[in-house]
């Protein structure tokens, strides 16, 4: 087969061209940042870390108010 058949010519110029198909480095920081924390397994535990970290300071929160509350 001529390697300059109709067939090939589609193939040889879509090789020529040098293309970016890399996604994640068209992305903005945050974006990466984003989809690297928050999704998948991670995401998950950064979201129960969050979660458990609010609720102690909540706890700390209003043990400290009702100690001042409740002093005299």
């Known amino acids: ?7 090939s010519v589609q193939y040889d ?10 996604v994640e480095a068209s992305q903005p920081t945050m ?3 984003f989809n690297r924390v ?3 397994s991670s ?3 950064v979201k129960v870390a969050g979660a458990l970290a609010a609720l ?16 005299c």
């Open 31 to 33: 974006m990466r940042l």
């Open 56 to 71: 102690v300071s909540i706890y700390i929160i209003g043990y400290v108010t009702g100690y001042y509350v409740h002093k």
């Open 38 to 40: 928050c999704t998948g």
């Open 43 to 45: 995401g998950i535990a």
């Open 1 to 7: 087969m001529d390697p300059n058949s109709a067939g």
């Open 13 to 22: 110029r879509w090789n020529e061209n040098n293309i970016n198909m890399n």
